[in-house]
């Protein structure tokens, strides 16, 4: 089965992601693209390399004894005893599911929280599910984990990066046989 995503992030939010520099809910929806996507995942690594080789050759700082301890104590604070998949784990964040709800027939949203702060959701539509017509008030960025949703703007399917900017509007249909699981995040930052 061909599984390479269609929809990709632009190369701008590749780089931001790379650098360090996006919100932890977009970070975990570029993490879970890179999943589906050789092409981007290559493209990261390229970047992050670009970014190593750049550390490595600056001048050693000294940091001070407290700094270094902070770094070592996040790194072992990472959490591997959570039963989440690996796409949402990410620099030692553990993500948790919160309890979820019915936003239609059909259509489960359940929140990603991060220490107790919703940062995204998963959003789950049984075969055939139709999400309530709406338009986003700020950037929305959507990867499809599992199944696959059409609207009026095209089908997409399983590690599609999808994102809709301010002021569109859209009627989600999940697919009639395998329904469609995806992570939801807006992107406020944009
Ligand atoms: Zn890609």
Redesign the pocket.
Known sequence: MNI??I???DEML?FAYATGSVDLGVAYAVVA??Q??????S?VTALERIGGAAFADAEPQAVSRACRDRVMAGLERVDTSEPFAAPLRFLGHAAVLGNGCELAPKIRQVPVLVRGMPIAALLEGGPGAVLPAHSHASREIVVILAGSYSDDTGRFGL?D?VVSEPGTAHQPIADSIEGCLCYIVNDIAA
């Open positions: 390479s995503p929809h990709h992030p590749l693209h890179l589906f996507c050789p092409s981007c995942r493209f590690g990066f």
